[in-house]
């Protein structure tokens, strides 16, 4: 048999084949054969194609971070009220050619440009690069009587499970520009060989993410996933993750919570990680609309006595013979923090994780604030169709930390704190509610080649926000909307 292969785009806005598809991004079989718009090329057995994504973004915030800079950074002048524009140009080709064996030689090569006017959220601004994205080379075979084997090197997008670890290889943003965005998604270098048959997809890889050249971690990570998929439609898989090297440093909780985090430098460096994830098949009868995921995560690092785990479960439900085609989703999920009472750290690394809403973002807003790590979460999401081409998202979500006096991201939120006439350096939030977010989402498909996505949000902070911003904190609002156009 033969592997699919990826000669789709991977753009941000596109995201429903994040919810456990394979591990490669895999083309539109259907669309491969019959849409040849995008055709250079085609004799003696090799076809060549060319390839384009442009995406134009405007953004706006207001009370950015709940304006917490005012209380703890009041000297950097950072202003919470931003609206800026960002673009990006994806373009590139890609061949395949098929051999007398019926196996098949491919490859592909595309680069990214992205730019910002104005200051975004992290109050960087009027920047961007061109970085190359794609430019893999690969070799599958074709035979229905074997497994089917495919190999490839070079750098090109990689998701392993739900990509609640392993998705999004690239870094955007800062100096690259296009922060929300997002268009970069390839790794750096992977090697990636799949081994097909029955249901069942065996991957192996090793992968450098495409890093912030001001802030490399030299990351190297390989592996192994297996998964079974089922032809009603679930799965079920486990993924090994090593980290072969890193400078990448983790913060720990400091003694009772009180003083600055401890930095271990290179703490990444050898970390192992084990994530199971599954979904069931349709059910029959009275459970016949229901569907139900799991991810659990544990990870571990002999050399710095590290052990954290993560997990989240989610049911679905949709409704059907109902106007608008209603899908209601609950999902719980939650990462551990560094308890600071113990010498163990229990931090968890949430590696590449794919943070997009209805992936793995912890809230909308928040999730710019809080990582996957110490922080856990209760979301609902009605998703509604009123037309074909328009689609409806509401969601909601509870954050709450998961240990105080722990760093919520890398020692965000250390400050001084009197009690009695004593003042004490403090670290990370006092109280578990951290934030409720509000984000309504709209999606409209003006045509095959052409989407647009509009959205507002709204965060209302926690008591353990108001408590580090020591009084009454606003409502964090913004807003966008963009247009991609995607052959």
Not at 430 to 448: A, Q
């Amino acid at each position: 048999m033969r592997l699919p292969h990826p000669f789709t785009s991977n753009s941000t806005t596109i995201t429903l084949c994040l919810a456990g598809m394979m591990t490669v991004a895999a083309p539109n079989a259907e669309a491969q054969e019959t849409d040849d718009q995008t055709l250079i090329y085609s004799g003696d057995g090799l076809e060549i194609r060319w390839h384009l994504q442009a995406g134009l973004n405007a953004v706006t915030e207001r009370n950015l971070f709940w304006n917490i800079s005012d209380t703890l950074t009041p000297e950097s002048g950072f202003n919470p009220d931003s609206d800026w524009l960002e673009s990006y140009l994806k373009g590139g080709l890609s061949f395949e050619q098929s051999l007398e064996n019926g196996s098949l030689l491919y490859g592909r090569l595309t680069g990214v440009s992205s730019y910002t006017v104005g200051t975004d959220a992290f109050d960087a601004g009027d920047t961007g690069r061109t970085t190359l994205e794609e430019g893999y080379v690969g070799f599958s075979t074709s035979d229905s009587d074997h497994p089917g084997l495919d190999i490839s090197i070079g750098p090109r997008g990689l998701v392993l499970g739900s990509g609640m670890l392993i998705a999004n290889g690239g870094a955007n943003g800062f100096e690259r520009g296009a922060l929300k965005f997002g268009p970069r998604k390839a790794w750096q270098q992977a090697a990636i060989m799949r081994v097909a048959g029955e249901g069942i997809q065996a991957t192996q890889f090793y992968i450098d993410p495409n890093e912030l050249p001001a802030s490399d971690g030299k990351n190297k990570l390989a592996g192994m996933d297996v998964r079974y998929d089922s032809v009603e439609g679930g799965y079920l898989g486990l993924t090994y993750i090593n980290v072969l090297e890193s400078n990448s440093p983790y913060p720990k909780a400091p003694p009772g919570g009180v003083g600055f985090p401890t930095i271990i430098r290179g703490g990444r460096d050898g970390t192992n990680a084990l994530n199971l994830y599954a979904r069931t098949d349709p059910f029959e009868g009275l459970l016949r609309n229901w569907f139900f995921t799991t991810d659990l995560a544990y990870e571990w690092n002999d050399r710095i006595d590290m052990s954290a785990w993560a997990g989240r479960v989610q049911v679905g439900y949709a409704f059907t013979g109902i106007a608008w085609s209603p899908t209601l989703t609950y999902s719980f999920q939650t990462f551990s923090g560094d308890n600071p009472n113990t010498a163990r750290l229990e931090r968890f690394d949430p590696l590449y994780y794919e943070g997009s809403p209805g992936a793995w973002a912890t809230g909308s807003k928040s999730s710019m604030v809080f990582i996957n790590s110490n922080v856990q979460a209760h979301e609902v999401a009605l998703r509604v169709q009123p037309t074909q081409q328009d689609t409806l998202t509401l969601r909601y979500a509870h954050l709450r930390a998961n240990e105080l006096n722990s760093p919520l991201q890398f020692g965000q939120a250390t400050r001084v704190e009197t009690s009695g006439g004593d003042a004490n350096l403090v670290t990370g939030v006092s109280d578990y509610h951290l934030s409720d977010d509000v984000f309504l989402e709209y999606n409209r498909t003006i045509n095959r080649n052409t989407f647009l996505t509009a959205g507002i949000s709204a965060s209302f902070p926690g008591k353990g926000i108001r408590d580090v911003i020591g009084g009454d904190a606003p409502v964090w609002l913004g807003g966008f909307v963009n247009v991609v156009v995607d052959f």
